[in-house]
């Protein structure tokens, strides 16, 4: 069974930093493209990052840039997003997925999805 489970979220107050985690099982997840993706109350799902099967690399959505960071441990079987600077805009569910593609920000390219995790940023 192929599954995906994110966790880390929480409540954070502005300005604040939160570490998210999504967990592969039944599966290699280095041999993925891995994506984390995001969805507020009454919005559209959007793409946050993600790493690349092919190479490793790490790419971003232009609005995340420079406050968001992905990585990957392949011991542990996980990828990590990284926080900072959170603002209340950044509330959302955040849901990491697996794609067979080597590069792509399309939600419909990914087809393994976690449950998700609440992030809230409020004072």
């Known amino acids: 069974q192929l599954q995906l489970v994110e966790s880390g979220g929480g409540l954070v107050q502005p300005g604040g930093s939160l570490t998210l985690s999504c967990v592969a099982s039944?599966?290699?997840?280095?041999?993925?493209?891995i994506g984390w993706f995001r969805q507020a109350p009454g919005k559209e799902r959007e793409a946050v990052s993600f790493?690349?099967?092919?190479?490793?690399?790490?790419n971003y959505a232009d609005s995340m840039k420079g406050r968001f960071t992905i990585s990957r441990d392949s011991a542990k079987n996980t990828v990590y997003l990284q926080m900072i600077s959170l603002q209340p805009e950044d509330t959302a569910v955040y849901y990491c997925?697996?794609?067979?593609?080597?590069?792509?920000?399309?939600?419909?390219?990914?087809?393994?999805w976690g449950q998700g995790t609440q992030v809230t940023v409020s004072s």
């Open positions: 997925a697996a794609s067979h593609y080597h590069y792509t920000f399309n939600q419909y390219d990914y087809f393994y």
């Open positions: 039944g599966f290699t997840l280095e041999k993925y493209t």
């Open positions: 790493i690349s099967h092919t190479d490793g690399n790490l």
